[in-house]
């Protein structure tokens, strides 16, 4: 993403957050924020990496908040920056507007120039863009025992929880949400932890599917045609050690 002030030459000055980036398709992914510094009159930055099967789907997110900026992969975080300006007076940049650029670029410092061995033509898929904002119903619950609910109702489609925790072997964690469009609704949970074939039943609607993934994955779960109104979501595990990182209702 690029701050809304960028005019072809003002970068940094500008504020960049990189939600995703990959170099001639490597097996590492890369989140960075570049800000001008006010304070030392040079660009400034910072970022790290994590692996990732490039080759596969996946779902690549940064959560911007105030104080935060964090990047997650299928869930998953492994990056953070604190932008508060009480910690960083310089990041000015990274609480301005921004907008979305997909972007599949040739050449520059990082990589550096094509060579005879660089492989014409390249292509990056993507599925789909989301963007949303937290609002003050969004909340999630917690529990051991056999069953909990939210303290509220969270509005979909949308991100339910970004991350619900692990889910004891026979015990259910639900929500209730309301369905604000007609249409057909997916269930969309992200499974973490460590466990294989995690089985789980999801109940949306007063219907029940039960699926089984591992962790990194993120199946989709569909339930067909649904009108508007409040409804309840829940999750049941029948394996032990079933771990989900983002939990997402959409609508197609």
Same mark, same amino acid.
């Given at each position: 993403?690029?701050?809304?002030?960028?005019?072809?030459?003002? +970068?940094?000055? %500008?504020?960049?957050?990189?939600?995703?980036?990959?170099?001639?398709?490597?097996?590492?992914?890369?989140?960075? %924020?570049?800000?001008?510094?006010?304070?030392?009159? +040079?660009?400034?930055?910072?970022?790290?990496?994590?692996? %990732?099967?490039?080759?596969?789907?996946?779902?690549?997110?940064?959560? +911007?908040?105030?104080?935060?900026?964090?990047?997650?992969?299928?869930?998953?975080?492994?990056?953070?920056?604190?932008?508060?300006?009480?910690?960083?007076?310089?990041?000015?940049?990274?609480?301005?507007?921004?907008?979305?650029?997909?972007?599949?670029?040739?050449?520059?410092?990082?990589?550096?120039?094509?060579?005879?061995?660089?492989?014409?033509?390249?292509?990056?898929?993507?599925?789909?863009?989301?963007?949303?904002?937290?609002?003050?119903?969004?909340?999630?619950?917690?529990?051991?025992?056999?069953?909990?609910?939210?303290?509220?109702?969270?509005?979909?489609?949308?991100?339910?929880?970004?991350?619900?925790?692990?889910?004891?072997?026979?015990?259910?964690?639900?929500?209730?949400?309301?369905?604000?469009?007609?249409?057909?609704?997916?269930?969309?949970?992200?499974?973490?932890?460590?466990?294989?074939?995690?089985?789980?039943?999801?109940?949306?609607?007063?219907?029940?599917?039960?699926?089984?993934?591992?962790?990194?994955?993120?199946?989709?779960?569909?339930?067909?045609?649904?009108?508007?109104?409040?409804?309840?979501?829940?999750?049941?595990?029948?394996?032990?050690?079933?771990?989900?990182?983002?939990?997402?209702?959409?609508?197609?």
């Amino acid at each position: 993403m690029l701050g809304t002030t960028f005019n072809g030459g003002n +970068w940094p000055h %500008c504020g960049e957050i990189d939600i995703m980036e990959n170099v001639n398709g490597q097996n590492t992914v890369y989140a960075t %924020c570049h800000w001008w510094d006010e304070i030392n009159g +040079w660009h400034a930055s910072y970022g790290t990496s994590t692996g %990732c099967t490039i080759t596969s789907w996946h779902d690549y997110e940064v959560e +911007w908040d105030p104080n935060y900026i964090r990047a997650r992969v299928d869930g998953t975080q492994f990056y953070e920056i604190l932008i508060t300006p009480a910690s960083a007076p310089t990041l000015s940049e990274l609480h301005n507007s921004f907008f979305i650029l997909l972007n599949q670029a040739v050449g520059g410092n990082w990589p550096g120039s094509p060579t005879s061995s660089t492989v014409f033509p390249s292509t990056m898929t993507v599925d789909y863009v989301r963007v949303y904002q937290k609002s003050s119903s969004s909340s999630s619950s917690s529990t051991s025992s056999s069953s909990s609910s939210s303290s509220g109702v969270i509005n979909v489609p949308g991100v339910v929880s970004q991350n619900v925790g692990s889910i004891a072997q026979g015990t259910t964690k639900s929500w209730t949400v309301n369905k604000t469009v007609n249409g057909n609704y997916r269930v969309r949970p992200t499974f973490a932890g460590t466990r294989l074939s995690q089985e789980v039943v999801i109940t949306f609607n007063g219907t029940s599917v039960t699926i089984s993934a591992n962790p990194g994955q993120t199946p989709n779960v569909d339930f067909g045609y649904k009108t508007t109104g409040t409804t309840t979501l829940s999750i049941k595990a029948n394996t032990s050690e079933v771990t989900i990182g983002k939990l997402e209702v959409v609508n197609y």
